[in-house]
């Protein structure tokens, strides 16, 4: 039987713990047997882990670790702490045997922490991929994707995106019809169009109070819907264009006309989510010049065409303004249509 090692280090993320183990469990052979065997196991057996608004005790040590076929590297509250004495040594050794080795969500600061990802591409929740990038400069950090699968080596994005991970090893273990099993008894489809992009708020770079790009963010914020050139925005700075690309990127790292692209795509956002305005109207509001340059656009920024966005993250069915509220962190969605409507 195929073992799974659940490595449970202190102040382990809950749901990162539970969704290996249940999503596992609900595997079945087609003669009605378990396909795996689960071992939940700490840095020293039967200490106690904190697990936020619980403690639990690992039956298991790290010698477990060397008998798994898989090991599943849930995130922990803080990805940035030191791994406990002997784990960076008994991981590596399970990779030297072939063993997998998978991470969930923030995980992945574990999983990069023993060198195993080093020249690898990797992913992790949207909101610490920037931090992942800094601190391990030698693995390719891909922030769009709901999990990324090396081979050996497998890393999945936040939340919801670690069951999609763990029915994906299924299929590649037992084939589809056991993983469509776990993934209807996980009330799950077995695959999802897109990533995780389309959960991301696109926030614009910050700039420090008092800079003096600061009046002019705010006058393309309040005129992004309208059709601006880079000489118009220049000469309400009353600037040159040239002196006003510098100064822009230097307090912004980006140049207007970028910025301007995400302060229409945020707005885009908005009204797909709090209006039932067709594709057409808000593109006119955005300020794109037409619905085609609209769709690529919002696609090549958030990853998904404004259909399926509106259709994940549409907070009502009345027809009335929803909740921007979904935007707040990431969960289960939609797929993603490939019409590009």
């Known amino acids: 039987m195929h073992t799974v090692a659940v490595l449970a280090l202190d102040q382990v993320i809950p749901f990162d713990l539970s969704v290996p183990i249940d999503t596992f469990g609900w595997a079945r052979l087609p003669d009605g047997r378990a396909a795996y065997r689960i071992r939940v196991c700490s840095a020293s057996a039967d200490d106690e882990v904190s697990a936020g608004a619980f403690a639990l005790r690992a039956p ?15 995130g922990v509250a803080d990805p940035t702490a030191p791994l406990p004495p002997g784990v960076a040594v008994a991981l590596r050794a399970a990779a030297a045997n072939g063993t997998r080795i998978a991470s969930i969500c923030v995980g992945a600061f574990v999983f990069a922490a023993t060198g195993l990802l080093d ?6 929740h949207w909101i610490a991929a920037q931090d992942l990038a800094a601190r391990y400069p030698a693995v390719t950090v891909d922030p769009n994707v709901l999990y990324v699968d090396n081979g050996q080596f497998l890393t999945s994005a936040g939340a919801a995106a670690a ?23 996980s009330v799950m489809p077995l695959e999802r169009e897109g990533g995780q992009a389309q959960f991301i708020v696109h926030d614009q770079p910050p700039v420090p109070a008092g800079a003096t790009m600061e009046p002019l963010l705010g ?30 990127r230097e307090q912004t790292g980006t140049t207007p006309s970028q910025w301007l692209h995400l302060a229409r795509v945020r707005r885009a956002q908005y009204l797909l989510e709090a209006t039932t305005y067709p594709v057409e109207r808000i593109a006119a509001q955005a300020g ?21 966005y509106r259709k994940a993250f549409r907070g009502t069915g009345d027809g009335g303004p929803g909740p921007r509220g979904a935007l707040a962190a990431p969960g289960a969605h939609s797929s993603s249509d490939s019409s590009s409507k």
Not at 60 to 74: C, M, R
Not at 167 to 174: F, G, N, P, Y
Not at 288 to 308: C, I
């Open 288 to 308: 794109f010049g037409s619905p085609t340059a609209f769709r690529e656009r919002f696609r090549r920024v958030v990853g998904t065409s404004p259909y399926a």
């Open 60 to 74: 298991y040590g790290l010698e477990a670790l060397a008998e798994a076929d898989t090991i599943v590297l849930p």
């Open 219 to 248: 006058w393309l914020e309040e005129n992004a819907g309208r059709d601006l050139t880079l000489e118009d925005i220049a000469a309400h700075a009353g600037m040159s264009t040239r002196t006003l690309n510098r100064r822009f």
């Open 163 to 185: 069951l999609d991970m763990c029915l994906h090893m299924i299929r590649v273990d037992h084939g589809s019809a056991v993983a469509a099993h776990a993934a209807r008894m």
């Open 119 to 124: 020249g690898l591409r990797a992913t992790t």
